[in-house]
């Protein structure tokens, strides 16, 4: 394998990776979309961080 045959490949990876986003990104567009029309709030993400002043606490 030579530097062109890697650079092809690692373009097809990425634009294929950046599509998967895209659709994931407008699939969450579309159910916001449709909690609002329902009168819902949308979603949120839960956070995975822990905060510091949740690490301070000591376990719960």
């Not at 990104?25 to 819902?40: F, I, N, P, T």
């Amino acid at each position: 394998m030579g530097l062109t045959p890697l650079t092809l490949w690692i373009a097809c990876l990425l634009a294929v990776r950046n599509q998967r986003i895209l659709a994931a990104h407008q699939a969450r567009q579309d159910d916001s979309a449709r909690r609002a029309a329902a009168g819902l709030p949308p979603r949120t993400r839960r956070r995975k961080r822990t905060t510091l002043a949740g690490l301070a606490a000591g376990p719960p």
